[in-house]
């Protein structure tokens, strides 16, 4: 039976009596849709807003689509490449298909099926690609459409395909299979020939085993009517499609991986198993004219060179004017383990190995024409790596690699966060392009990036975009995303601020991270006033700022205690201990050197104010860029690692950085370099505390939440990208179980009093064991280190103002346990309550106050909101020199789950920004530079009147939204977003100026919130959360913008925009563009008489219908694509569209119809057999007696 609160019921009334209904649920809510969070709250005040706030969003202006995928094709199968439009297409493991051309020409494409791409074939100049899958499925995709899309299928039913070929300005596809024989498919109508090459008719007679799958298929460069098929076994056969028979086969006891022609027809070359190169000549087919094995030693006794590993691939290109290039991949020899992978260019008597840093799945080797009877003159070799694409010029002698214009090294270290920002100042694109600039590499071709094909433009939407991601290794990459693309602008690595550890002593400073220490975790960048912040996975916090000049300096360090524990003795002097830190205790406190000001004699082997990490204690360069202004590392407490960050803010204005974790929260003063708070989260909440948490023993308090989203967030990272990542990010939850001594494990005690100036109420559970205090722990308590004086219960409740909507225990309990059980990043009941929120603002503190005063508004994984109050020196000048005071203002505000974002909207509802400080470069040669005034923008309107008497809080956790006014405090509007899952990402966005809602829900969906009604505007099951990557990697953004991690290797934007979907088609590159064919050369008269077959091949009189008859019904079926209906809504309106439309109306009749005579002639062929057999019966027993049946 639900349970009702009176209170919550009355409180509905009121606030809903003046201005109608006071809140929109869904799903039932919870009875409580809105009302005063206390009973003196005036609730007209909150209904009159409403009325004047008028909300232009409404669901048309919503629509969900992907834009573009960026970043390396992730496992990366087929390669193929248009040499006369220039393109290059990649197929992968997954199904899917990237065709690149030059820089903002990249189109993403997926098979339905998800089956792997085995193979890859441009139909040249055509605008159209052939796809083979690994389900036996062959696909013709239509590439002169933005979006390309399939015409064609044909799935071969009995046998498997191995490879494919189709010569150039030809519409007959030889497909081979894994029984070996070879088929033909006619491209435009995707209609099986009924001409076959059968594997028993191509080898001899005599032969007894079977020649494996077909591994190659070429037509002779000197005549098309002669097709050369090769065999693993090791055979190969040169078949006259005419005569129908072979001319010659050729066998050799290796077998064979690929196979290469010499652009007269008249030699061919093979690559083999043990690492040989043969050369055949087609008059002298009995043995190979030329064996060598590029890599292998002469053995001891001079006769036989050593076998090596395989050639994969081989390719033999002929130039004009020089030596032939063979180029292959693999063949190395087997001494060498420890070699790299490699590609081998041979050039003459010059043999270079190109070793690669990962496995080559495959290369191709780009020419001047697209003819294969024609000199090839080879200019560059693409070489598609598992996890890198490279393309190397072979028109210099060293083989320099080309400048990769592709994003394609996103994963160069694991990404591990993301952020997103749309619409940011114009100038900052520039600058940081700048900076970046000055870290180009040196040593690559100065040729033209030699995959040019396609077009692109700007398109309508030309506002600024930068995505920062955040990797393993401690980088931070800046990049350009305007306009749909993607160029890297900047790099910082933060991991430059500490020292690198040495294998010796890596257990001892950093046990708590086994490998990528320096992983970033979370990262917050104000772009109006350049300040960015890290939060790192050894638990440190390092704030950059932003100078366009080189600097030599040290880097200012400060180190932070946060414990979340438990206190049951009171000082009997309450009144002798100030409530919170004063001035005098507010002294700087800068690191000195590597020693702490705070540093505990060690009980045995416990660690105690210890950083994870060593920062550098020597002046360090700092280029152009982002520069390193202080680094903040929490320490060791009593034997316990620091937990990781759950949450960060940063304001410029107020030259604050805030963050929180799982034991409390930290605020420090980055101007003056001072902690200014360091505090446990039931601290904060003083005596009035909304849980009475219970001691726990000390064993169990040793473990804190497994499944706590913020902190086990990375340990399923990229299973399949590096192990690595696992152990680190794992080893920061796991460690918190490691066994201690007994001895340290009988002295710890539930009750006991933790001497690092947090002190908690008593009712309060104990999340961290400590010490039994003795009479040294005693002095040390009354010797704590500056600006830690301990916060008491016996205070707290003289200071703090508490309005609780909720007041029974039972009701607590009702509100709070369906989030806290259902979710995986809610904190649970026994466990500690994280920070998970943070953000600075210009607010109403409490229900009194009268103007807005700076705030920090902090939230918990229990769902609790508590506002601080900051009070900031008057003056510019004393900004430097008085302290800033950091005090709790009294208000909490609850939700239910964890607490996602916050933001604030003025009385007119328009979304309020924090304020800022405008950026001044902090290096400037120019003296009045470093001494004018800070210019802060506080986005409050001077007078009142404008402001208005109110504004709005908008807060949102993992399971409601909800808008109270401030500063009555009353809860406008609540929508209860989820039930049954949880939300991993929630930002308030602007969109087509206006303001809403964005969350991402665990179970998929996508959804949109007007503000501050809270009306449902869109809700769309779009992307299960098949992936930790997703959960930790989805990000929105303004203007209908959002991304996420789709592979380790690729960002996948999407829009929520109904306009953005609309001009997509605009904004979007042409992968086909008009080019003329060139023309053939001029083969001379002699050579067109003596240099091969004289007459004219005609494939459609050798494969069409009329000669080859019908293919059989049961060998492949024909499955019409999509493709041609996409068409018809590219192609314009009127005739073009009319005509369209008629001819697939045609050919849809005409699959019937063929259909139809399918029936018809299966139904006469069941007739003939039928006769066939009762003719058989009735000669059976035409002369027998009756007796003799």
């Known amino acids: 039976m639900k349970k009702f609160n009176f209170r919550k019921v009355l409180d509905g009334l009121t606030a809903s009596s003046p201005g109608g209904s006071s809140g929109s649920g869904s799903g039932g809510g919870s009875g409580a849709a809105g009302g005063s969070t206390h009973p003196g709250g005036t609730a007209g005040a909150a209904g009159t807003p409403r009325d004047e706030i008028q909300e232009t969003l409404t669901s048309d202006y919503f629509q969900i689509c992907k834009t573009v995928r960026h970043g390396f094709p992730y496992l990366p199968t087929a390669l193929a490449f248009d040499p006369v439009q220039k393109i290059l297409a990649i197929g992968t493991r997954t199904g899917a298909i990237r065709i690149l051309g030059r820089p903002g020409v990249d189109c993403y494409c997926q098979h339905e099926s998800g089956a792997a791409v085995l193979q890859l074939q441009f139909l040249i100049n055509e605008g159209a690609l052939v796809s083979a899958s690994a389900d036996d499925t062959l696909h013709l995709w239509n590439l002169r459409q933005k979006r390309p899309a399939i015409l064609h299928s044909l799935k071969f039913n009995r046998e498997r395909i191995t490879y494919c070929h189709l010569p150039f300005q030809s519409k007959w596809l030889y497909v081979g299979t894994e029984r070996g024989n070879t088929h033909i498919v006619n491209i435009e109508s995707f209609i099986l020939s009924g001409y076959v090459i059968m594997w028993n008719k191509a080898i001899e007679l005599s032969t007894k085993t079977h020649p494996g799958p077909v591994v190659h298929l070429s037509d002779s460069p000197r005549d098309e009517g002669k097709l050369l098929i090769g065999y693993e076994n090791g055979t190969i056969v040169f078949w006259d499609l005419r005569s129908k028979r072979a001319d010659l086969r050729a066998y050799y006891d290796e077998a064979i991986h690929s196979v290469a022609w010499h652009h007269e027809g008249k030699q061919f070359m093979c690559s083999h198993s043990d690492g040989s190169l043969t050369l055949w000549n087609l008059k002298s087919p009995n043995r190979p004219f030329q064996t060598t094995i590029p890599h292998g030693k002469i053995q001891r006794d001079g006769k036989k060179t050593e076998s090596c590993k395989p050639i994969l691939k081989v390719e033999y290109k002929t130039c004009k004017n020089s030596e032939p290039f063979v180029i292959f991949s693999g063949g190395l020899s087997y001494d060498k383990a420890c070699r790299r992978p490699s590609l081998t260019i041979m050039h003459g008597k010059a043999i270079t190995v190109l070793e690669m840093d990962h496995p080559i799945v495959d290369f191709l080797t780009l020419c001047e024409t697209p003819y294969p009877n024609e000199f090839q003159e080879p200019y560059a070799v693409v070489v598609l790596l598992e996890k890198d694409l490279i393309v190397v010029d072979l028109t210099q002698t060293n083989f320099p690699i080309f400048e990769n214009p592709y994003p394609i090294d996103i994963h160069e270290s694991p990404v591990t966060c993301t952020e997103y920002f749309a619409d940011c100042p114009p100038d900052l694109i520039p600058v940081l392009y700048s900076v970046g600039a000055k870290h180009k590499k040196q040593g690559y071709s100065n040729k033209e990036w030699p995959v040019s094909g396609g077009a692109w433009n700007l398109g309508a939407q030309t506002y600024p975009e930068i995505i920062i991601t955040g990797h393993a290794d401690g980088s931070v990459k800046f990049w350009d995303a305007s306009a749909i693309t993607l160029q890297m602008l900047y790099k910082l690595k933060t991991s430059k601020v500490f020292e690198k550890q040495k294998s010796g002593e890596g257990k001892a400073t950093a046990d708590i ?677």
């Open 513 to 1189: 991270v086994e490998e990528d220490p320096f992983a970033v975790q979370m990262m917050y960048w104000c772009p109006e006033s350049r300040i960015f912040c890290v939060a790192g996975v050894s638990a440190y916090v390092v704030v950059y700022k932003f100078s366009r000049h080189e600097v030599n300096t040290e880097i200012a360090s400060l180190e932070v205690r946060l414990q979340y524990e438990v206190e049951d003795i009171i000082t009997p002097e309450p009144e002798i201990i100030p409530p919170f830190p004063d001035a005098s205790s507010q002294l700087p406190s800068l690191k000195n050197l590597s020693g702490s000001t705070n540093t505990v004699a060690c009980e045995g082997m416990m660690k105690d104010s210890i950083p994870c990490l060593s920062v550098k204690t020597r002046p360090v360069r700092m280029p152009p860029g982002y520069q390193a202004d202080l680094v903040i590392q929490l320490v060791w407490v009593d034997g316990e690692p620091p937990q990781q960050i759950t949450s960060l803010a940063v304001n410029s204005a107020y030259g604050l950085v805030a963050f929180g974790n799982c034991n409390g929260l930290a605020v420090v003063d980055f101007m003056q370099k001072t902690v200014l708070l360091s505090m446990g989260t039931l601290d904060l909440y003083g005596s009035n505390d909304p849980y009475q948490r219970q001691p726990r023993s000390p064993r169990k308090s040793k473990q804190f939440a497994a499944d706590n989203f913020c902190m086990r967030g990375l340990s399923n990272f990229y299973p399949d990208l590096t192990k690595r990542i696992r152990t680190s990010y794992q080893s920061l939850t796991e460690l918190s179980d490691s066994p201690v001594s007994l001895e340290l494990e009988r002295c710890k005690s539930p009750t006991s009093d933790h001497v690092n100036g947090h002190c908690t109420s008593p009712t309060s559970q104990s999340c961290s064991s400590g010490k039994r205090l003795s009479s040294a722990d005693v002095t040390k308590a009354n010797r704590r280190g500056p600006g830690r004086p301990p916060f008491r219960k016996a205070q707290s409740a003289a200071c703090m103002e508490i309005s609780l909507p909720v007041t029974t225990e039972e009701n607590r309990e009702n509100s709070f346990s369906r989030s806290r059980s259902s979710s995986v990043s809610s904190i649970d009941r026994d466990s500690k309550e994280a920070i998970t929120a943070l953000y600075f603002m210009e607010s109403f503190a409490r229900k009194n106050d009268s103007a807005v005063s700076p705030c920090l508004w902090v939230g918990t994984g229990l769902g609790m909101v508590l506002i601080l109050s900051l009070n900031l020196p008057a003056s510019d000048e004393l900004r430097q020199t008085e302290p800033v005071m950091v005090s709790p203002s009294g208000t909490v505000l609850t939700l239910k789950g964890a607490v996602l974002t916050f933001a604030c909207l003025d009385c007119m509802g328009t979304l309020t920004h924090p304020p800022y400080e405008v950026w001044r470069d902090p290096n400037s040669a120019d003296d009045s530079e470093k001494t004018r005034k800070r210019k802060l923008v506080m986005h409050s309107p001077s007078s009142s009147q404008d402001m208005g008497d109110h504004q709005f809080a908008v807060i949102c956790s993992e399971k409601q939204a909800k808008v109270f006014s401030l500063p009555s405090q009353t809860c406008l509007y609540v929508h209860n977003i989820t039930e049954t899952s949880f939300l991993l990402r929630a930002d308030v966005v602007t969109l087509c100026n206006s303001v809403c809602l964005a969350c991402f829900c665990a179970n998929g969906h996508i959804m949109t919130l007007s503000l501050p009604s809270l009306r449902p505007l869109l809700d769309v099951n779009y992307l299960p959360v098949t992936d930790m990557r997703i959960a930790r990697t989805f990000c929105f953004t303004n203007e209908g913008q959002a991304l996420y991690l789709s592979s380790p290797t690729e960002i996948q934007r999407l829009t929520y925009s109904q306009e953005m979907c609309d001009n997509l088609q605009d904004m979007l590159g042409d992968l086909f563009t008009p080019v003329e064919t060139p023309e053939a050369q001029n083969r001379g008269f002699l050579k067109g008489l003596f240099g091969g077959s004289g007459q004219a091949f005609d494939r459609e009189e050798l494969f069409g219908e009329a000669t080859a008859g019908k293919a059989s019904r049961s060998l492949a079926q024909h499955i019409p694509g999509s493709g041609g209906i996409e068409g018809v809504r590219g192609a314009a309106g009127g005739v073009i569209g009319d005509l369209t439309r008629a001819r697939i109306a045609l050919d849809e009749r005409g699959q019937k119809l063929g259909e139809l005579d399918e029936r018809t002639a299966s139904m006469m062929a069941s007739a003939e057999a039928f006769s066939k057999h009762a003719h058989e019966v009735m000669l059976k027993y035409k002369d027998k007696k009756w007796y003799q049946f």
